[in-house]
């Protein structure tokens, strides 16, 4: 059985930085694309990034230059570094894997239970 677990959410300043982790089981990892996701309330989740197995990444425009997306095939772990973080990147942030197609259409088969993050002063 596939499970994501995410952590490293919180409260945060404008300016500010945070990094997120999700940690996967159950799986071969490293055949796997992964990404991260996020809904704030009252809106559609949005496709936040995504790396393939190789190692490619790519990149919402509203987080462009500012998050970074890695791999650990190690650790089994993805990372999202967030920077420069801005009020409107307050959401719930979402760990998801599947093939490159299916995050990028929005049905990965496998999501983490998410971790909060707010950026308020």
């Known amino acids: 059985q596939v499970q994501l677990v995410e952590s490293g959410g919180g409260l945060v300043q404008p300016g500010g930085s945070l990094r997120l982790s999700c940690v996967a089981s159950?799986?071969?990892?490293?055949?796997?694309?992964m990404g991260w996701y996020r809904q704030a309330p009252g809106k559609q989740r949005e496709l936040v990034a995504t790396v393939t197995t190789g190692g490619t990444t790519n990149y919402a425009d509203s987080v462009k230059g500012r998050f970074t997306i890695s791999r650990d095939n190690v650790k089994n772990t993805v990372y999202l570094q967030m920077n420069s973080l801005k009020p409107e990147d307050t959401a719930v942030y979402y760990c998801?894997?599947?093939?490159?197609?299916?995050?990028?259409?929005?049905?990965?088969?496998?999501w983490g239970q998410g971790t909060q993050v707010t950026v308020s002063s």
């Open positions: 998801a894997t599947d093939t490159l197609d299916a995050l990028v259409a929005g049905s990965p088969g496998y």
């Open positions: 159950g799986m071969i990892f490293r055949i796997n694309a």
